[in-house]
C-alpha cells in the first residue's frame, strides 16, 4: 500500500525535476528525501501510537487541536484530490508512448483549451470512479496486483542502468546545477540568481516524489496487530522509495542525460530505458506500459485516500455527516467518491503536469508540518502512551522531551512549504483559495451542530492505544545487571515503566556493613537501569531496608504498581529465588510476572 501511494511518484517526477534542477537533478532528490525520510519516521511513531485512520487530522487534533485537525485533514483531501489528476495525466502519458496521437490532440471546450493528455485523463478519472463506486475492496486489489509488477520494472532499470552509467556523462551533467534560462511557471525572487532558484524549484517539485507516506496510516484501523506490523511497513516503503528516487535520478544523468528526460517529463522512464543497450529493443514498451499502469494505480489510491480521510473526519466531528454518505446498495461513500473524484478531473484542465504538481507538494506540505509539529506536541501531551516504536533521539528542554526527529522534520517541511509558496505561484494561488473554503465549511458546521470552533472534541477522541503501566521489579543484590536489563526488555517489551527495587536485610549487620553492602547495590541498580535506559524503558530505582518478602508485599500492594515481576534463575540460589515468588504471588495474586534471567 505505502508503496502503491509513493512509488509511482517517480515515474513523473524525474522529468519534472530535470527541467529545473538539470544536472543537479540526484541533489534536488537527496535534499527534498531529508523530509521525506524524518516525516516517514515520524509517521512510523505516531501511526502505531494512533492506530486511528485519518492520519494526519487524529494527530494534529490529538496535539494541537481541531482546527489544526481539520486544516491537516482538509490539506490531505487536497493533496489527494491532486494526485488524481497528477497522476491520470502521467499515466496518459505513458499511453502516449502507444499512441502518439495523445500528445498532438487539441480541442477547445466551453472556451477552455483540452488537450489530449487532460482528455484522456478525464475519461479515466471517470472510470476509477465508477470502479470505486462500485466498492473500495476490488479497486484496492488492483492496487496490490500491480505494486511487485512496478517494483521488479523499476529494479531492473536501476540495476541494468547502474551497470551502464558512463562516468564523463555523469561528470559533465552534475556541473549543471539549474536550469540556465527563465522558466514561465517560476515566481522569481529578486537578489538570488535564475539557475539557484530554478534548482530550487526543482527541488521542491522532488518532493512531489516522496508525497504519499500517510497511506499507511489511513488504513491503520484496518490492519491486523498495527503496533507490529505499521511501523515496519512504514520503514520499508521509506528504505524502498528512497532507494529507487535517489538511485533513478543519478542512473538518469549518468546515461541518457538531464534534457532528454526533461524534454519528455509525461514519461521519462521510457526515455532512460531507451538509452540503455541491452534492454532497448523491448524494455522502453514494457516501461510505458508499467507507467501508464502504476500511475493509474496511484491515481485510485488518490479517491481511496478521500474516502478513508471524508469518512475518519466526519466520524471525528470535524466535517458534515453528508460528506460520508453510504451507497444503500454497494456500501460505498458516493458523494465523496463522486465530488473529489470530479475536483480531480477539473484540475486536469490547468494542463500541464508542472501546474498540477504545484498545488500537490502545496497541500501535502501544509499536513506533514502539522505532522511534524504534532509530534514534538504529543510527547508531551501523552508522555505516559505506550509507542510500539520510538522515533530515535531526543532532548530535555525545561523538563519537556523534545524529539529530534519531529523537530527537524517540523524545520525541513517547513522550510520547504515555505519555499513552494514563495516560488509556485499557481500552488499558492489554488492551495490558499482551497484553505479559505475549507475553513469557512469548518466554522459553519461547527457552529450548526452547537460545537465551539477552537474545542478539543476530535482531540479528546483519538486517544493512544495504550498507555504505560508501572512494573515493581524486585532486584536481588546477587543480580547480573546486564541479564537483569535483557530479561526485563524482552519480558516487558516496552509497555512498562520499571522500578528497580532492592532490599537490604540489616539483621546481623554493623553500621558500616551496611552502608557498604547499600552502595554496591545501589552501584549495580544504577548500572541496570543504564542498560535498561538504552533500551527506550523508563526506569527509577531505590534501595529500601527490611524483611525482603515483608518489604516487597508492601510496596507490591501500593496502586502505584501495575505489575510486580520476581527474577529467577538456574542457579544455586533458586530455590529461595522461587520460595520469594511463590510468596508474593500467593500474597499478592494476579499481580506478579516471573521472569528467568
Known amino acids: 500500500m505505502g508503496y502503491a501511494d509513493v512509488g509511482a511518484d517517480v515515474f513523473i517526477a524525474l522529468g519534472l525535476v530535470a527541467a529545473y534542477a538539470a544536472g543537479g537533478l540526484p541533489l534536488a532528490f537527496s535534499l527534498a528525501a531529508i523530509a521525506y525520510v524524518l516525516t516517514g519516521l515520524v509517521y512510523a511513531e505516531l501511526s502505531s501510537t494512533y492506530p486511528y485512520a485519518g492520519g494526519a487530522q487524529v494527530y494534529a487534533a490529538r496535539g494541537l487541536g481541531d482546527p489544526a485537525g481539520f486544516v491537516a485533514g482538509w490539506a490531505l483531501l487536497l493533496s489527494y484530490t491532486v494526485d488524481i489528476a497528477l497522476f491520470s495525466m502521467a499515466s496518459a502519458g505513458y499511453l502516449s508512448y502507444f499512441f502518439p496521437q495523445i500528445a498532438s490532440f487539441s480541442h477547445r471546450v466551453l472556451g477552455v483549451e483540452l488537450n489530449g493528455f487532460a482528455a484522456c485523463s478525464i475519461v479515466m478519472i471517470l472510470a476509477l470512479i465508477g470502479l470505486n463506486v462500485l466498492g473500495i475492496r476490488e ?137 540503455l543497450p541491452v534492454i532497448r529493443g523491448v524494455a522502453p514498451a514494457l516501461v510505458a506500459a508499467t507507467g501508464f499502469v502504476i500511475n493509474l494505480v496511484s491515481a485510485n489510491t488518490g479517491i481511496i485516500g478521500v474516502s478513508r480521510v471524508v469518512y475518519s473526519m466526519g466520524r471525528f466531528q470535524l466535517m458534515p455527516s453528508w460528506f460520508k454518505a453510504i451507497h444503500p446498495r454497494f456500501r460505498t461513500p458516493i458523494r465523496t467518491i463522486v465530488l473529489f473524484g470530479l475536483l480531480g478531473g477539473l484540475l486536469t484542465l490547468l494542463g500541464s503536469l508542472e501546474k498540477i504538481a504545484d498545488v500537490y507538494a502545496f497541500g501535502a506540505l501544509a499536513s506533514y508540518v502539522l505532522v511534524n509539529v504534532s509530534m514534538i506536541r504529543l510527547r508531551e501531551i501523552d508522555r505516559d502512551a505506550y509507542r510500539p516504536w520510538k522515533a530515535p533521539g531526543s532532548i530535555e528542554v525545561g523538563g519537556r522531551e523534545i524529539p529530534l526527529v519531529g523537530l527537524m522534520g517540523a524545520l525541513a517541511t517547513g522550510i520547504m512549504f515555505v519555499l513552494v509558496a514563495a516560488l509556485h505561484p499557481v500552488g499558492r494561488s489554488l492551495g490558499t483559495a482551497w484553505f479559505v473554503v475549507g475553513l469557512a465549511v469548518f466554522a459553519a458546521y461547527r457552529t450548526a451542530v452547537g460545537l465551539p470552533i477552537t474545542g478539543r472534541i476530535s482531540g479528546e477522541m483519538s486517544r493512544p492505544a495504550n498507555y504505560l503501566m508501572d512494573a515493581l521489579v524486585l532486584f536481588r543484590p546477587y543480580d547480573d545487571p546486564e541479564k537483569v536489563a535483557r530479561a526485563v526488555a524482552e519480558g516487558l517489551r516496552g509497555r512498562f515503566r520499571v522500578h ?64 510486580v515481576v520476581v527474577l529467577t534463575s538456574r542457579r544455586a540460589m533458586k530455590s529461595k529465588e522461587r520460595g520469594l515468588a511463590r510468596v508474593v504471588s500467593a500474597r499478592l495474586p494476579g499481580k506478579v510476572l516471573v521472569l528467568r534471567r
Not at 554496591?520 to 527490611?546: D, P
Open 139 to 275: 479497486s484496492s486489489r488492483l492496487n496490490e496486483i500491480m505494486v511487485s509488477l512496478g517494483l521488479a520494472v523499476q529494479g531492473a532499470l536501476l540495476l541494468i542502468g547502474l551497470a551502464y552509467m558512463r562516468a564523463d556523462t555523469l561528470r559533465e551533467n552534475l556541473r549543471e546545477v539549474g536550469y540556465p534560462g527563465v522558466r514561465e511557471e517560476v515566481a522569481y525572487l529578486p537578489g538570488i540568481g535564475v539557475r539557484e532558484q530554478n534548482f530550487i524549484y526543482g527541488t521542491t517539485l522532488a518532493m512531489s516524489s516522496f508525497i504519499g507516506v500517510e497511506s499507511i496510516a489511513q488504513a491503520a484501523e484496518e490492519i491486523k496487530r498495527p503496533y507490529k506490523w505499521i511501523p515496519l511497513a512504514t520503514k520499508l516503503s521509506v528504505v524502498a522509495v528512497l532507494v529507487f528516487a535517489l538511485g533513478l535520478s543519478l542512473v538518469g544523468v549518468g546515461t541518457v542525460g538531464w534534457r532528454p528526460l526533461a524534454e519528455n517529463a509525461e514519461r521519462p522512464l521510457t526515455v532512460l530505458a531507451e538509452s
Open 500 to 563: 528497580l527495587l532492592s532490599v537490604v536485610n540489616p539483621a546481623g549487620m554493623s553500621p558500616d556493613e551496611l552502608s557498604d553492602e547499600a552502595g554496591r547495590i545501589l552501584t549495580s541498580l544504577e548500572e541496570t537501569a543504564k542498560r535498561l535506559r538504552s533500551r527506550g524503558i523508563l526506569v527509577t530505582t531505590s534501595v529500601m531496608y527490611g524483611e525482603p518478602v515483608e518489604v516487597a508485599v508492601m510496596e507490591g500492594s501500593s496502586d502505584r504498581y501495575d505489575l
